[in-house]
């Protein structure tokens, strides 16, 4: 982070990243992408948040989906998605579209192929929405990078949670889903 980046000056304001900048609220997603009908989360909603750098060594998205399991039955969209390092390899329009696309309404829709293939580059999650839906365009699995700081995983099945403590250090479970940016 440059101190005379647009991105330092966000940080300083309380906003976590470029994307959080001009970030709607993430409750509002839906497999559609579409803001009128509310991502609703059933029963207690609980998030598991683990730190991406762990004594200097980065967990990369791939660590994570490994973790997981395949969830290649799920329809996914990349949301507010950042990265680190070029994309071409699975998006050939590019890092800075496929940024701009993950901040339509829509998201960007991939596939766990083109997750996994995106693991395995060495391009840098520095914040992104991956949001599993099932069939009925319910989300069934969340995996969000915050700021290159923080993973978080949200999920209907409590065993995910689980997997997640057994694989990772320093997990952290929150009482709700991860916490809105502050926007001024």
């Known amino acids: ?40 989360h059933h029963g207690a909603v609980h998030a598991v948040r683990m730190p991406c750098w762990v004594d200097g060594t980065l967990i990369g998205l791939g660590e994570v989906m490994r973790c997981l399991g395949d969830r290649g039955p799920l329809h996914w969209r990349l949301f507010w998605a950042e990265f680190n390092g070029d994309v071409r390899a699975v998006w050939p329009q590019g890092t800075l579209a496929v940024e701009d696309q993950s901040r339509e309404p829509a998201g960007v ?62 997990v952290v479970t929150e009482s709700h889903v991860p916490p809105e940016p502050a926007v001024d």
């Not at 940080?11 to 609703?40: D, F, I």
């Open 109 to 170: 829709r991939l596939s766990w192929a083109e997750m996994v293939a995106l693991a395995d580059t060495d391009v840098q999650v520095i914040d992104g929405d991956f949001v599993g839906f099932d069939d009925a365009g319910l989300p069934r699995l969340r995996i969000l990078m915050v700021d290159s700081g923080h993973w978080w995983v949200w999920s209907v099945e409590p065993a995910d949670y689980a997997r997640v403590r057994e694989t990772f250090v320093r």
């Open 1 to 40: 982070m440059l101190m005379g980046s647009r991105r330092f000056s966000l940080c300083q304001a309380g906003v976590t990243s470029r994307a959080a900048a001009s970030k709607p609220a993430l409750s509002r997603l839906t497999s559609s992408g579409l803001p009128h009908r509310p991502v609703r």
